[in-house]
């Protein structure tokens, strides 16, 4: 049975890309949406099987569009496809009701086979997307996290490119005291600079 999708997407080209590499018989690309606003109403109008949602979009992102569009249309399938690889971002997509999730990188194969699993009323998650984080994320702490609060907090403001000696004044500690913090975060991490902090602090959602 051919499966009817919805891409919603706001950049023209990205959108010609998908429906070139969608042209096979499996598949009949129904409509092109360039917000969410207008991904949900065309939603309504063509009931797709699955919607290919983009997650930065005007008017309505990606991630209000697809829980409103859940609320409305409960069995069209929502498969996120994005260049945004962050945990959070993930978890927020899966809790306002995707399906999957998978970035734009992937091939015609993968692609392929994510829109098969969430047609089929299973689950997706594309390469490269740590399974474990997404579930800490949608559970809500950081309980699988070895850093201890006021550690995640040093952290957050090191990513943040704060001076030890800012950090300091900010929490209202001793400069010794942001020392330890630092070291002891980079033993427990495995990590061995401030770029590397920063990085792991983006993907787990920490900061912007």
Known sequence: MTIRILIAEDQQLVRQGLVALLRCEDVTVVGEAEDGEAA???????????????????????????????RLLPD??????????CERRVAEALAAGADGYALKKLGHEELM??????????????PGISEELVREHLTGGDS??????REREVLRLIAQGLKNRE???TLKIAIKTVET????IMQKLD????????????RRGMIE
Request: aromatic letters at 2%.
């Open 40 to 70: 949900i109403e065309m939603a309504r109008s063509l009931n797709p099987d699955i919607v290919l949602m983009d997650l930065s979009m005007p008017l309505l992102d990606g991630v209000e569009a697809t829980r409103k569009l859940k």
């Open 76 to 85: 069209v399938r929502v498969l996120i496809l994005t260049v945004a690889n």
């Open 113 to 126: 086979a994510a829109i098969t699993a969430v047609r089929a009323g299973r689950s997706y998650l594309g």
């Open 144 to 149: 699988s996290s070895p850093l201890t609060a």
């Open 167 to 169: 950090i300091a004044d």
């Open 181 to 184: 913090h630092r070291t002891k």
């Open 191 to 202: 990590l061995h600079n401030s770029a590397e902090l920063a990085t792991y602090a983006i």
